[in-house]
């Protein structure tokens, strides 16, 4: 699986000034293994470290949580959407600047979850703006991915890596041709 992310990612501008990538590994606890400024560090030391840093991401079995994931996100997102910290602000009442990327979320998942997840994906569809798709394996659950992606035409077989960039450049296009940060959860092993 990981092989195909390359792929898409290997579509995708990343540098400090356009695209960036952040990857969180999830199962039963959700955890950043590598966030946006890591993904610039990777990328400043030498442009082929990155699909290797992707390669090494390691399986995590066992049950999986997606809204416990999807909620860690949301916050993740959030957090970068907001400057990290209230320090930057001028007043605390003043409205909170958002991010002037896009945020486009990639779920690596078959969709079988031990939660309810349809608020977590509500909370980053609706409040921050968060384009989502999904990359599946053949066995995947429709109708468990379908209120993370919103609609079919975002679950992805993980062999229409071309399909899923189409897709990120329509996501970039619609939205004013703005940059695109991205993240990319993992849950099932790579072949």
């Not at 792929?7 to 039963?28: H, K």
């Not at 993740?76 to 945020?103: A, C, I, S, V, W």
């Not at 990359?135 to 890596?161: H, Q, W």
Request: glycine share 6%; with cysteine.
């Amino acid at each position: 699986m990981k092989k195909y992310v390359n792929i898409v990612l290997n579509n995708v501008d990343i540098s400090p000034g356009r695209s960036r990538v952040a990857a969180i590994l999830f199962a039963t606890e959700p955890k950043v293994s590598f966030g946006f400024d890591k993904s610039n560090e990777i990328l400043q030391l030498n442009h082929t470290n990155f699909p290797a840093s992707i390669r090494k991401l390691p399986y995590l079995g066992g049950p999986t949580f997606l809204s416990r994931a999807l909620t860690f996100a949301a916050g993740f997102l959030y957090h970068e959407q907001n400057m990290r910290d209230g320090k930057h602000r001028k007043h605390k009442l003043m409205p909170t600047p958002k991010h002037d990327r896009l945020q486009v979320m990639i779920v690596v998942s078959d969709g079988y979850s031990e939660d309810n997840f349809t608020n977590a994906a509500a909370l980053l569809h609706e409040k921050l703006h968060v384009k989502i798709a999904a990359m599946v394996c053949r066995s995947y659950n429709k109708e468990k991915l379908l209120p993370i992606t919103r609609f079919e035409g975002a679950i992805f077989v993980r062999e229409d890596t071309e399909a899923l960039s189409i897709w990120l450049w329509r996501q970039q296009a619609s939205d004013d041709g703005n940059f695109v940060d991205g993240v990319f959860f993992f849950k099932f092993p790579v072949e």
